[in-house]
């Protein structure tokens, strides 16, 4: 069981927005402002998508975007293209117990 | 241009050792504030941290699997090793290297992935 806590699917229309939430706790998401999103497609190691809660790294698309509310962390992508169908991972920092991830959530582009 | 690469067994018997190195480029571990970790990911499953190596030798563990887990760099050879020990089916994941930034909170180049098998 992962450490933080993904719906394990996700979908959307071309054109549409959607957001996946990712829920860890106050030892984790809620005490540092250091989350960060995964891409991955099938095969292909993770890419970064966010960082630091809703920063993009060069190269990343305006239409991803990041936020956080407490405990709780959520990843946004606006304008959904079919190359957006991939897997996504939350990660957050956690102290004295490293980095840990979430359990994935796969979207589909419909 | 950074590059990281997995190497090491494809397949190793259950309680045996496993070895993996990743070779790196366009970094260097003996700069203030680098370093490299490791990564694993079930097939079909989700992503678990097991290990970060710093440029002055810091390590840090997962600790669910620190008991068994053993990371080390050669700088010369821009490598960094993790060894496993007392491999068990379960432990079958494709196995990444990364470079983090920060204090080690995110990743932003990661290699390809090693695929390794825990079978007799």
């Known amino acids: 069981q992962s450490a933080l806590t993904q719906p394990a699917s996700v979908s959307g229309s071309p054109g549409q927005s959607i957001t996946i939430s990712c829920t860890g706790t106050?030892?984790?998401?809620?005490?540092?402002?250091?989350v960060s999103w995964y891409q991955q497609h099938p095969g292909k190691a993770p890419k970064l998508m966010i960082y630091?809660?809703?920063k993009r790294p060069s190269g990343v698309s305006n239409r991803f975007s990041g936020s956080k509310s407490g405990n709780t962390a959520s990843l946004t992508i606006s304008g959904l293209q079919a190359e957006d169908e991939a897997d996504y991972y939350c990660?957050?920092?956690?102290?004295?117990?490293?980095?840990?991830f979430g359990g994935g959530t796969k979207l589909t582009v419909l | 241009q950074i590059t990281l690469k997995e190497s090491g067994p494809t397949l190793v018997k259950p309680t045996q050792t496993l070895t993996l190195t990743c070779t790196f480029s366009?970094?260097?571990?003996?700069?203030?504030?680098?370093?490299v970790g490791w990564i694993r990911q079930p097939p079909g499953k989700a992503l678990e941290w097991l290990a970060l190596?710093?440029?002055?030798?810091?390590?840090r563990y997962s600790p669910s699997l620190k008991s068994r887990l053993t990371i080390t760099k050669d700088t010369s050879k821009n490598q960094v090793v993790l060894t496993m020990t007392n491999m068990d089916p379960v432990d079958t994941a494709t196995y990444y290297c990364?470079?983090?930034?920060?204090?080690?909170?995110?990743?932003?180049?990661w290699g390809q992935g090693t695929l390794v098998t825990v079978s007799s």
């Open positions: 990364a470079h983090p930034q920060g204090s080690g909170q995110y990743f932003d180049y």
């Open positions: 366009g970094f260097s571990l003996s700069t203030s504030g680098v370093g």
């Open positions: 190596i710093y440029w002055d030798d810091d390590k």
């Open positions: 106050s030892s984790d998401v809620g005490s540092y402002n250091l």
């Open positions: 630091e809660v809703s």
């Open positions: 990660c957050s920092y956690a102290g004295s117990r490293g980095v840990v």
